[in-house]
């Protein structure tokens, strides 16, 4: 008896204990941030860090990752310090900070002697609620010192997925956090990504040595992102292509590209065009491209050409149109680009280039890579599924989520991706007639019979197409006839019973 009214006891003050934290949450976020509700996912997030977890969030570009760390630190007694690469995004963090007053600072390579000498006094001195570092500062002996000696209540890792060597952006600097983290005395981690697979995630807490990590997986879905590919047969009808594209796009956008050399071309074409554009790549003199970046977020210029080196962090919610020139080195690359579109959740389209020559680029990029055997081959596999997605009749968002390993049950098709829109004809292979085709799917028909809804003789139809006569059916292709004698193959999946 003892043991249940103290179990029951214990139960009426953790209730009682959540609907405090409930209230001062929503406090904070009213009165604090201005914002009226949490997304999901967001106070899951939050949750776990106050109760001292080591938490993984995986969450979709736009969907409010720096809130999952404001929040705690405005409740957390101590410091809580936050690793990024990005250091033009850490001022930007700081500025709104220090709007709503909470107190912040920064340390990076980019300060002046003088400011970085007030920075690391307002940490020795326990003045700010967030530090702000680079992954290369934070594995500095004196900076950990420093640390030491203040309360750390929560190291946060922006851009997690660097921490991997499976991710699609490994960075060398990221692998001295485990370090740093053991230095620290093993404060809670949260570690904050847009993308991660599962591979992903075990090495992320392997390198952390983390042993428990507590993983919140809002989804990668975005229905707003509108994915589509279009086939190329030439580099001249790239351009033509790309600027046709371009000049029929509503909206700011960004347009990458594989090369430095590809970004300065399609800048030229662009610009002689009477385009707004911005150009960005790693070979730009560093003033040139902060002012670029200024003048492409600033409107000042509608479009910015570049090379993957821009984009990560990028604060810009209203870009209306990503598209791709070549195709990327991954579905995890392509994903995070891709996603800088449509971040005020309005909808915007996401276009891939692919020209089947422009694989050779990425195989020619994993040959000059100097990485080790395992690495490269896991590369190349990566290209491979990144070519097939180029080349898919399927639904782009399935594809992507059977990817990341984030399929929702039935779901099936997105319905607004180009194959959605206008299932693809299957195409017959170069020689092949199609009568013989027809007879091979027939002979493969009697080995797999079809759904009933499918049979042979039976009513369908396919979106953007009229209702027609299933003629023969071979695995996940149907071949059907439409009005006027008209016959076409589409793949199964777009096929649906009248």
């Known amino acids: 008896m003892v043991t249940s009214s103290k179990t029951a006891a214990q139960r009426k003050r953790a209730i009682k204990a959540a609907a405090a934290r409930t209230r001062l949450i929503g406090r904070l976020l009213r009165r604090v941030f201005g914002v009226e509700q949490l997304r999901p996912g967001q106070r899951e997030v939050i949750d776990s860090v106050l109760e001292g977890r080591d938490t993984l969030a995986v969450m979709p570009t736009g969907s409010g990752k720096s809130l999952c760390y404001q929040i705690p630190a405005s409740i957390l007694p101590g410091t809580t310090v936050v690793v990024s690469p990005l250091i033009s995004l850490m001022q930007d963090q700081l500025d709104k900070l220090e709007e709503i007053g909470i107190r912040a600072a920064q340390v990076n390579s980019s300060l002046p002697r003088e400011e970085e000498l007030e920075a690391l ?6 003045s700010s609620d967030i530090v702000f570092c680079t992954p290369e500062r934070l594995a500095t002996p004196e900076f950990l010192a420093l640390l030491k000696a203040t309360d750390i209540d929560l190291l946060v ?4 997925h660097c921490v991997s060597q499976w991710g699609h952006d490994f960075r060398p600097a990221y692998l001295e956090i485990g370090a740093a983290v053991k230095a620290l005395g093993r404060p809670p981690v949260l570690a904050l990504t847009a993308t991660a697979t599962s591979e992903v995630v075990e090495d992320l807490a392997a390198q952390l040595g983390v042993k428990k990590l507590n993983v ?4 990668i879905y975005r229905p707003n992102l509108h994915y589509s590919v279009v086939q190329i047969t030439n580099p001249d009808e790239k351009l033509e292509q790309a600027l046709a594209l371009v000049q029929r796009a509503q909206g700011s956008g960004i347009v990458y590209t594989a090369t430095v050399k590809a970004a300065e071309e399609l800048h030229a074409v662009l ?35 570049a090379t993957n080196a821009f984009g990560m962090g990028i604060d810009k919610a209203d870009v209306r149109f990503v598209l791709h020139l070549q195709v990327p080195a991954s ?9 800088r579109a449509g971040r005020d959740g309005e909808a ?5 280039l692919y020209f089947q020559d422009d694989k050779r680029l990425q195989q020619f990029f994993l040959v000059k890579s100097h990485q080790q055997s395992e690495k490269q081959q896991r590369d190349r596999e990566a290209l491979e599924l990144m070519v097939g997605y180029a080349q898919s009749g399927y639904c782009r968002w399935k594809l992507l989520l059977d990817y990341f390993g984030d399929s929702a049950p039935g779901f099936e098709h997105c319905g607004c991706c180009d194959n959605c829109v206008a299932p693809p004809q299957v195409a017959l292979e170069p020689g092949e007639d199609f009568a013989a085709a027809a007879e091979q799917q027939a002979q493969a028909a009697q080995a797999a019979p079809a759904e009933p809804h499918l049979a042979v003789g039976s009513r369908v139809k396919v979106p953007k197409f009229d209702v027609g006569t299933v003629l023969s059916v071979a695995g996940d292709r149907v071949t059907i006839e439409f009005p006027e004698n008209t016959t076409k193959t589409f793949m199964a999946e777009f096929v649906e019973p009248v």
């Open 348 to 352: 915007a389209d996401c276009t891939l």
């Open 121 to 126: 006094a307002s940490i020795r001195a326990r």
């Open 157 to 160: 890792i922006d851009e997690a």
């Open 271 to 305: 610009e002689e065009a009477g385009v707004s554009v911005a150009l960005y790549h790693g070979r730009l003199p560093a003033q040139q491209r902060r002012e670029s970046q200024e003048q492409f977020m600033s409107g000042e210029r509608r479009v910015m050409v």
């Open 331 to 339: 579905l995890e690359a392509y994903y995070q680009e891709s996603g």
């Open 216 to 219: 919140i997986n809002t989804g």
